[in-house]
């Protein structure tokens, strides 16, 4: 089984005069990327890259990014993306938990760079894609220094391909570990359900740190088609990039979905192109997928399911299953059926025992999409992966007798805003922090834009105001991570055990919802 680099190198043989990538005002054919994943290679080498080693990289979509995911393992290395929205110190640590040996950054992010380089413990080089200013290395001057001849790898379908991070019920960031065999057990699916074919032009409009942002960059290679990199998630901007190249496929969540619907800029944009609409990371309310299918009356629309963990989607919604007028109008609620390599298993959480089709219980699956650990953390990894190859999602839901899968509820407590997902240890381990905070719990509450937000609730050892507390919170993290509100209490319910009852915090906001996630 070839790797992914490898599949790169034969696309370029086979379509050589090919647009690989449009990204902004630049077009490379697949010939013309080739050689600069060659000379990214040959750039990583000539600084002692090789096997096994971690080259981060902090900044938004650009077609750098895409030649160090596949220059990196070109040489046996690996790419560590990183969530641009970070506040420097959660970069830090993901960086040195990674010993990434190099960190490449954009331009926006130099203010980070200063703030953090003296902080890192592994890290060798850094370099920047363009900017001024700066007492970086400028990156693009760095690798187009370098010849295309990388020293010759054998790409091992066991190999990390990519390590994302996904943070952990502990507050601490986990890097998850993708392999080539990961992702080459679910590409495929890419033309048997995504109907993807020559003519397909597929955008990047998903930050490349997350697994969709890079499965879909990687997806563009494995199919040989013509992919459009947009820099960030901006409706206004991927609207034109949709009209500019005629994009016949997109993955968006559902807050774009949303926000598309309501600029006026947007909707005078010619998006006929569009043949598909992938969607998902996170719940949609029926009245966003309905104004979106109107909005885009002749475009077909497919639901997607998954983790970090399981290389992004192991359940698909059919275009068929959504028609508010069909035969099963409840099935826009669904997260779909499992992929044809994908095993679903509902059991209770404490026991690991399967439920009942329609009873509500923890998510199992078991494919070749598993990810092969997380780095660093055999612990970890055991409890997530079971003996039998069952995955632990710490999702709750429930499958009908269909066979489609409904997401109920969370297992864990994770907060999934604007599609960014947000771990309330990690609030509450800032929160605690402050000098006037005896005790805390975070929680998601409904919000109309976001989906939902995370909410504070506080017991103070002297009044402090609410806008105070957000602040401190912002100080420290990432603003997406942030309460967006507090509520004062006497004391933080918890079991006799000292556990946070959190369902019983939620309860209160969630009433009339039919489901604890929005």
């Not at 040489?75 to 990183?82: E, L, M, S």
């Not at 203010?111 to 894609?129: G, Q």
């Not at 960030?232 to 968006?252: Q, S």
């Not at 609620?333 to 009873?359: H, K, M, S, Y």
Request: one cysteine or more; a negative charge; hydrophobic letters at 40%.
């Amino acid at each position: 089984m070839p790797g992914l680099s490898d599949i790169l190198r034969e696309r370029a043989r086979q379509h050589p005069d090919r647009v690989a990538f449009h990204a902004g005002d630049v077009s490379v054919t697949y010939r013309e990327f080739d050689e600069r994943v060659d000379r990214a290679a040959a750039a990583l080498a000539a600084a002692g890259i090789g096997r096994g080693d971690r080259v981060a990289v902090l900044d938004k979509n650009s077609l750098e990014y895409a030649e160090l995911l596949f220059g990196a393992p070109r040489i046996g290395a690996v790419q560590v993306p990183i969530n641009y929205r970070l506040a420097p110190d959660e970069v830090a640590y993901i960086v040195n938990n990674a010993r990434a040996r190099v960190l490449v950054a954009g331009p926006e992010f130099v203010p980070v760079l200063d703030a953090i380089a003296d902080k890192l413990e592994h890290t060798e080089l850094i370099t920047v894609v363009g900017g001024e200013g700066h007492s970086y290395r400028e990156h693009r001057a760095w690798v187009d220094g370098h010849e295309p001849a990388p020293p010759a790898h054998e790409e091992d379908p066991d190999d990390v391909y990519v390590q994302l991070y996904s943070s952990g019920t502990t507050g601490l960031p986990k890097g998850v570990m993708l392999t080539h065999a990961n992702w080459l057990s679910v590409l495929p699916l890419t033309h048997q359900v995504w109907d993807i074919d020559d003519s397909t032009v597929l955008m990047v409009a998903m930050p490349m740190y997350h697994v969709a942002g890079s499965g879909i960059t990687t997806c563009v290679v494995y199919d040989g088609i013509t992919g459009v990199i947009v820099r960030e998630p901006d409706p206004v901007g991927i609207a034109k990039e949709i009209e500019r190249h005629g994009v016949t496929h997109i993955f968006l969540v559902p807050v774009l979905l949303q926000f598309m619907q309501l600029i006026p800029e947007v909707v005078a944009t010619d998006l006929s192109s569009l043949r598909l609409v992938l969607y998902g990371a996170s719940p949609i309310s029926e009245d966003v997928l309905r104004g979106a299918m109107r909005m885009l009356p002749d475009t077909r629309f497919m639901q997607l399911y998954g983790l970090t963990e399981t290389t992004g989607a192991i359940t698909y919604l059919p275009p068929e299953d959504h028609d508010p007028d069909g035969p099963h109008p409840h099935r826009l609620r669904a997260a779909g059926i499992p992929n044809p390599e994908c095993e679903l298993r509902i059991v209770d959480p404490a026991t690991l025992e399967e439920v009942p089709t329609g009873r509500v219980g923890e998510i199992l699956c078991r494919t070749p999409q598993n990810m092969k650990g997380y780095w660093g953390l055999p612990e970890a990894t055991e409890a997530a992966l079971l003996p039998d190859g069952f995955f632990r999602t710490g999702d709750a839901g429930y499958l009908d007798e269909d066979g489609y899968l409904y997401i109920h509820d969370r297992v864990k407590d994770m907060i999934i805003s604007g599609g960014e997902n947000i771990y309330p240890a990690e609030v509450e381990n800032v929160l605690m922090g402050h000098p006037k905070v005896a005790d805390c719990a975070v929680i998601g509450v409904p919000d109309e834009k976001w989906g939902e937000t995370p909410k504070a609730v506080v017991v103070l050892t002297e009044e402090v105001p609410e806008r105070e507390l957000i602040d401190y919170c912002r100080d420290r993290l990432a603003h997406f991570k942030c309460p967006t509100s507090v509520e004062i209490r006497t004391e933080i319910p918890r079991n006799p055990s000292g556990k946070i009852l959190k369902r019983e915090l939620r309860a209160p906001y969630w009433q009339g919802q039919d489901r604890s996630v929005h």
